[in-house]
């Protein structure tokens, strides 16, 4: 088990910055591949980034050159730094971990077929 704690989620007015933290139970690095999701209502979940168990980065061309993931090894936190958000960014956000892979490509990435799941945090921005 690898119970993953998401947080940081709120409301925010378009061109703002969020910054979400995902707290796992159990050492991370260089053993689980770790990315962040997001689901918008009656659709479903999408990749956003990802973080390899080597350091490798994926981003959704969606947020490229606006949100970072980021992992501190020392406190088994995932982050993901939201720059320049927009209303189109309003979704709940997942942190998900996968033991064999969840870079683009990756059926955790790709289909969301990752082992581990967080129950969520809400992100909304506004105009």
């Known amino acids: 088990q690898v119970p993953l704690v998401e947080s940081g989620g709120g409301s925010v007015q378009a061109g703002g910055s969020l910054r979400l933290s995902c707290t796992a139970s159990?050492?991370?690095?260089?053993?689980?591949?770790m990315a962040w999701f997001r689901q918008y209502p009656g659709k479903e979940r999408e990749g956003v980034a990802a973080?390899?168990?080597?350091?490798?980065?994926d981003y959704a061309d969606s947020v490229k050159g606006r949100f970072t993931i980021s992992l501190d090894n020392a406190k088994n936190t995932l982050y993901l730094q939201m720059n320049s958000l927009s209303p189109e960014d309003t979704a709940m956000y997942y942190c998900a971990a996968d033991r064999l892979g969840c870079l683009s490509g990756s059926g955790c990435y790709d289909r969301g077929l990752c082992t581990y799941w967080g129950k969520g945090t809400q992100v909304n921005v506004s105009s």
């Open positions: 159990t050492y991370t690095y260089s053993t689980y591949c």
């Open positions: 973080f390899g168990r080597y350091g490798r980065t």
